[in-house]
């Protein structure tokens, strides 16, 4: 896949997490976690999805009026993204550790 038609593209999903009504937001978030979860070995996807713009749209997403399976596929798609040290300080510095610690926290059920 050529590289500017996959940056394209990874834009245009990017946009669709802040814009777009939830049924398409929903369906950008699966495509971008599925790019990110390195199932294609052949293209380096987490660093394209970082340079597309998508880490504060995620961050965003991981709010807390938002459904816990957005806020979870957010801190997936985050988490897959980092990589490599300037991914990791870029989430770190868009303010995703907060969230993150607060997803944790819901995760946990007090019987355990």
């Known amino acids: 896949m050529p590289q500017q038609f996959y940056r394209r593209d990874l834009r245009k999903l990017v946009r669709k997490l ?17 790019l990110s979860s390195g199932e294609d070995q052949d ?7 970082a340079a597309a713009g998508a880490i504060p749209p995620l961050v965003q997403l991981m709010g807390p009026s938002l ?3 957005v806020q979870e596929k957010a801190a997936g798609i985050l988490t897959n993204i980092a990589q490599n040290e300037d991914t990791v ?6 303010g995703a550790i907060p969230p993150l610690v607060q997803l944790l926290g ?6 355990v």
């Open 67 to 69: 459904p816990a399976d």
């Open 89 to 94: 300080v870029a989430i770190a510095a868009a």
């Open 43 to 49: 293209t380096d996807y987490n660093a394209a999805i």
């Open 106 to 111: 819901l995760g946990s059920s007090p019987a």
């Open 18 to 34: 802040v814009v777009s009504a939830r049924p398409e937001r929903e369906q950008s978030l699966l495509v971008l976690l599925f």
